[in-house]
């Protein structure tokens, strides 16, 4: 069982930044991808950004040049720094994680926090 506490969502204009934390905590042997999802309405689920264990990344090709994933291993953190943010980056964005419990692997989505991007 893991807890994901998102934060950062907010209402910013065409052109701002915002930065999305997530912290995962519970009981769990060993966390492995790390990432960001997000949700409009009408539209499945789509992946924004992951980084592994390791710190390998990969983007969706709407925000590459634009949002940073990073991760803390020590704490269980994931951030996602969203710069020149675009009316079409507005969603719910959902902190995404890989797991295992023993022998069994698990993923877990957050319940989402709110971005707004204004013109």
């Known amino acids: 069982q893991v807890q994901v506490v998102e934060s950062g969502g907010g209402l910013v204009q065409a052109g701002g930044s915002l930065r999305l934390s997530c912290e995962v905590s519970g009981s769990f042997f060993s966390i492995n991808d790390m990432g960001w999802y997000r949700r409009t309405p009408g539209k499945q689920r789509e992946l924004v950004a992951i980084?592994?264990?390791?710190?390998?990344?990969n983007y969706a090709d709407s925000v590459k040049g634009r949002f940073t994933i990073a991760r803390d291993n020590a704490k269980n953190t994931v951030n996602l720094q969203m710069n020149s943010l675009k009316l079409e980056d507005t969603a719910v964005y959902l902190c995404?994680?890989?797991?295992?419990?023993?022998?069994?692997?698990?993923?877990?989505w957050g319940q989402g926090t709110q971005v707004t991007v204004s013109s």
């Open positions: 980084i592994t264990r390791g710190g390998n990344t």
């Open positions: 995404y994680v890989q797991y295992n419990d023993g022998d069994v692997r698990y993923e877990y």
